[in-house]
């Protein structure tokens, strides 16, 4: 039986007067890559924060492991250990190297032997092919150097669901490929647990177990991966799909 990891119930997030998600209600299974589609402004990026509690939202419920979230800034610092997010702004801290990146939540905040972490961030760095930036700074780096240091920093907290939010969007083209190989590697070789905001529409019918089509704060569509790209349950889904060009 698989194991629920996420579950999201009757989710509402406003902006003042304004309704940004209405009743979103989906789960998420361990080993699942579910990818979160739609046209910009559809609440993709919205509905992901409040999964880390970086936005907050006024009804409904968030389940992790089959126990309701508590919502005090104190139990989400205590769930982001468990929930990484890469963004598409790197938030890499320019002051640190690479690797004083890599180790500082770690062991500041997990309060792990440092040397251990040490030992596991150049093993990452090795992994993603950036193991002779170790020691460099963020401003030494490419924008796609940068991201992969992002998701090197998030996957050494050890999490168990990892969030990633449009985190090709401000690449050159060229360099995003590598920034989405190593996602999809993640999944094919790790089976990590993903939700992942893209407009890559190809990288998403590879990965994808499960998509979830947005517009307008509403979840349109909810659909197996390969399913969603081949027969899209409503026409406005098709209709996307066919403006990507998919």
Do not use: C
Request: aromatic share 8%; proline share 4%.
């Amino acid at each position: 039986m698989a194991e629920e990891i996420l579950k999201v119930d009757h989710l509402n997030k406003y902006y003042g007067d304004w309704q940004a998600l209405h009743d979103i209600n989906f789960s998420l299974n361990k080993g699942e890559v579910v990818t979160l589609l739609g046209p910009s402004g559809s609440g993709k990026s919205t509905l992901i924060r409040t999964l880390n509690g970086l936005e907050p939202f006024r009804s409904g419920e968030i389940y992790f492991h089959g126990t309701k979230v508590d919502l005090s800034p104190k139990e989400w610092q205590k769930l982001r250990q468990k929930i990484g997010m890469v963004f598409q702004s790197y938030d890499l801290f320019p002051n640190l190297t690479v690797l004083e990146n890599i180790l500082l939540a770690p062991t500041k905040v997990q309060k792990r032997p440092r040397e251990e972490v040490k030992k596991e961030a150049l093993e990452l760095l090795e992994r993603v092919h950036l193991t002779e930036q170790a020691h460099a700074y963020p401003r030494e780096l490419s924008g796609g150097q940068k991201q992969r240091i992002a998701i090197v920093r998030a996957l050494a907290m050890h999490p168990e669901l990892m969030l990633f939010d449009e985190v090709t969007a401000s690449l050159d083209p060229e360099m995003v490929r590598g920034v989405l190989e190593i996602i999809k590697e993640l999944a094919d070789r790790d089976h990590m647990t993903m939700i992942i905001v893209t407009h890559e529409m190809n990288f998403a019918a590879k990965i994808a177990d499960k998509v979830l089509f947005l517009e307008d704060g509403h979840i349109l569509e909810e659909t197996a991966g390969q399913e969603f790209f081949d027969h899209p349950q409503t026409k406005r889904a098709a209709e996307f799909l066919s403006s990507m060009e998919f």
